[in-house]
């Protein structure tokens, strides 16, 4: 049975009241008043006045501030997300099949036409997310990709994100954070396409807006806290195993971050070390570190592996790693996460910096019924059919009959129309 060495004092916490009206009425007001008002938003919240559209020509000012360390290692991450996308999209197909002779019905995968991709520019600049959702949108046809990031002091974006999503794809780069990059993006503001589709991480502000505007376009998933959880043997490193979960604290105050075990030596060194390393950690990222270990982390001991890894799917992790023996045992065995990280020689930093695989993911328990950010998300599949007149008519008759069953006559005379006027009734 489990025990719980150390148990969350608090849970994640979902939008509040209050914030849902306040983005409701900002949207609203955006709707309503177009560029002007998301650019008084913009100056209220940002104070940054001016067109939030980047030019060409601040877009290669912000790529000459950068390294060639830095574009490498952007290109880098950006070729790998791109591969890894490729192959994703090649595992959808059109296809056609003859379902009863004479009447065919077929798939077609068809990209949206518009996407917007928030790139986060606070505390943290996101490249990474401009290279993941950019990217992603782009293999997937998306003929047009705006991009919204929270403008600086002094205007512009963070120039590393403004070069990642330039080299990506982006064909429009707003200087526009916030509620108001996200109405934008959605309303077809400054001249650009109405987007179908908003992905990207946010604060709960984002999240709240992207979460009332789903159904008028699609989003990735309405995203809560990171959190993180690592199943780990006797085999683990205890050092490793602590700094990754202090990597992953990092994120926020109520960032939470699980270590699940069934070695009581190994969970207590790895309790040990947390503090000295979080401790060791500059700020602000110290108090995030600490305030989500205190208020959210939790260490639980368990009898066995099977039991490790029923926990484990119980909470479905954002971020799952196993540090333990017989990796392939948990690859197959294990069944809620957004994403997997097998052994000590990968971490989460991976995935969601530079490896290939997405790091837009499920949170708060969402990976019981869905995964992370792919091209899927920007890709339509429809049905098509056609018929000869022979091929449709036990179609047609089991229609009709059906149609009546449930009490839908016009239904079924749209079947008996056909057969009488090809004079098969």
Excluded at 160 to 188: E, K, P, S
Excluded at 318 to 325: F, G, I, R, S
Aim: a negative charge; proline letters at 4%; charged letters at 20%.
């Amino acid at each position: 049975m489990a025990t719980y060495l150390k148990k969350a004092t608090q849970t994640a916490e979902t939008a509040a009241a209050d914030v849902s009206q306040t983005v409701s009425a900002m949207l609203a007001e955006i709707e309503a008043g177009g560029d002007a008002a998301a650019l008084a938003w913009s100056e209220k919240l940002d104070g940054t006045t001016g067109h939030p559209v980047l030019t060409r020509a601040q877009i290669d000012a912000a790529s000459a501030q950068l390294s060639d360390e830095t574009r490498r290692d952007i290109a880098f991450a950006r070729d790998n997300v791109r591969r890894f996308a490729e192959a994703q999209r090649a595992t959808l197909s059109q296809m056609e099949l003859e379902v009863v002779p004479g009447l065919v019905a077929g798939q077609k995968v068809i990209p949206v036409s518009a996407a917007g991709a928030y790139v986060p520019g606070g505390r943290y600049a996101h490249v990474a997310s401009a290279i993941m959702t950019v990217t992603t949108a782009k293999v997937a046809g998306v003929s047009h990709i705006t991009v919204a990031s929270p403008p600086r002091k002094g205007g512009g974006i963070d120039p590393a994100i403004a070069y990642a999503a330039d080299i990506c794809g982006a064909d429009t780069i707003l200087a526009m954070g916030g509620v108001q990059g996200i109405a934008a993006m959605t309303f077809g503001l400054f001249d650009t396409p109405e987007a179908a589709v908003l992905v990207g991480p946010g604060n709960q502000f984002v999240a709240e807006a992207k979460r009332l505007l789903f159904g008028r376009v699609g989003i990735d998933m309405v995203a809560g806290p990171t959190d993180s959880l690592i199943l780990a043997d006797g085999t683990a490193d205890a050092e490793v195993v602590a700094v990754d979960l202090v990597s992953q604290a990092e994120h926020g105050w109520n960032s939470p971050v699980w270590l699940v075990t069934d070695d009581e030596a190994l969970a207590r060194a790895v309790m040990d070390r947390m503090d000295a390393l979080i401790a060791d950690l500059p700020s602000p990222n110290r108090e995030s570190a600490e305030a989500a270990w205190r208020d959210f982390g939790e260490v639980i001991l368990c009898d066995d592996r099977e039991e490790m890894a029923a926990i484990s799917d119980s909470y479905a992790p954002e971020h799952l790693t196993v540090q333990a023996n017989d990796l392939g045992w948990w690859l197959e065995r294990l069944t809620c996460y957004g994403s997997l990280f097998l052994g000590e020689e990968v971490t989460v930093t991976y995935g969601d910096k530079a490896s290939g695989t997405n790091h837009v993911l499920p949170t708060s328990g969402a990976a019981r019924y869905t995964g992370g950010l792919s091209v899927h998300k920007f890709l339509k599949i429809v049905t098509w059919q056609r018929a000869t007149r022979d091929g449709a008519r036990p179609v047609a008759e089991a229609s009709a009959r059906i149609s009546r069953i449930e009490g839908m006559e016009g239904h079924a005379r749209a079947a008996d129309v056909r057969l009488r006027k090809y004079g098969q009734m």
